[in-house]
T-cell receptor, first 113, second 115 residues
Framework: RKEVEQDPGPFNVPEGATVAFNCTYS??????FFWYRQDCRKEPKLLMS???SGNEDGRFTAQLNRASQYISLLIRDSKLSDSATYLC??????????????FGKGTKLSVIP | DAMVIQNPRYQVTQFGKPVTLSCSQT?????MYWYQQKSSQAPKLLFH???????NEADTPDNFQSRRPNTSFCFLDIRSPGLGDAAMYLC??????????????FGDGTRLSIL
């Protein structure tokens, strides 16, 4: 099982639609979780951290399910500008006082007019 | 204003010719990272510095080296680039190590092409 796994998509959705992405992680001791967005040929940019209680930022909602080891990202009222690749990122303890940050391969979203 | 700055944005070098990519930050963060990202793949961590302490990933080729002369600057040196090293190279920073659960801030990246 891959450490951090995402459906690569692409997800093609019409403007105004609601779309949800899931990301599963294999290390049950994982500690911190993030969603980044990456536009084509650009750098990853932090979208939001994911907290145990779930968190919302405008049209974006992130949830964490530790029991099932997945995080989700919900985008409501999709805009054309939401078209990007969404990267799931997980921090895990890797031993000897070190922590490892692992990226998923990303889920590509295309919002269509 | 950009807080993590990478230069150049695009770099073309010849097969086997050493190349250096640079990264600077105005955030005064303790940790600086170098990633390699190829098309449709996740960023792959090459190494990171926690302050002056260098941490190499086990699978990073010896061809890749790094220097951090001060808090603000970090360099990626590729001693003998091969065709397989063509990629986007991303520099990132975080205030503290990953154990503190802090996000990383990325520069715009340098896209390296090998002729």
């Amino acid at each position: 099982r891959k450490e951090v796994e995402q459906d690569p998509g692409p997800f093609n959705v019409p403007e105004g639609a609601t779309v949800a992405f899931n990301c599963t992680y294999s290390n049950s001791a994982s500690q911190s979780f993030f969603w980044y967005r990456q536009d084509c040929r650009k750098e990853p940019k932090l979208l939001m951290s994911v907290y145990s209680s779930g968190n919302e930022d405008g049209r974006f909602t992130a949830q964490l399910n530790r029991a099932s080891q997945y995080i989700s990202l919900l985008i409501r009222d999709s805009k054309l500008s939401d078209s990007a690749t969404y990267l799931c990122v997980v921090t895990s303890y890797s031993g000897a006082g070190s922590y490892q940050l692992t990226f998923g391969k990303g889920t590509k979203l295309s919002v269509i007019p | 204003d950009a807080m993590v700055i990478q230069n150049p944005r695009y770099q073309v070098t010849q097969f086997g010719k050493p190349v250096t990519l640079s990264c600077s930050q105005t955030l005064n963060h303790n940790v600086m990272y170098w990633y390699q990202q190829k098309s449709s793949q996740a960023p792959k961590l090459l190494f990171h510095y926690y302050d002056k302490d260098f941490n190499n990933e086990a699978d990073t080729p010896d061809n890749f080296q790094s220097r951090r002369p001060n808090t603000s600057f970090c360099f990626l040196d590729i001693r003998s680039p091969g065709l397989g090293d063509a990629a986007m190279y991303l520099c990132a920073t975080s205030r503290d190590g990953q154990g503190y659960g802090q996000p990383q801030h990325f520069g715009d990246g340098t896209r390296l092409s090998i002729l």
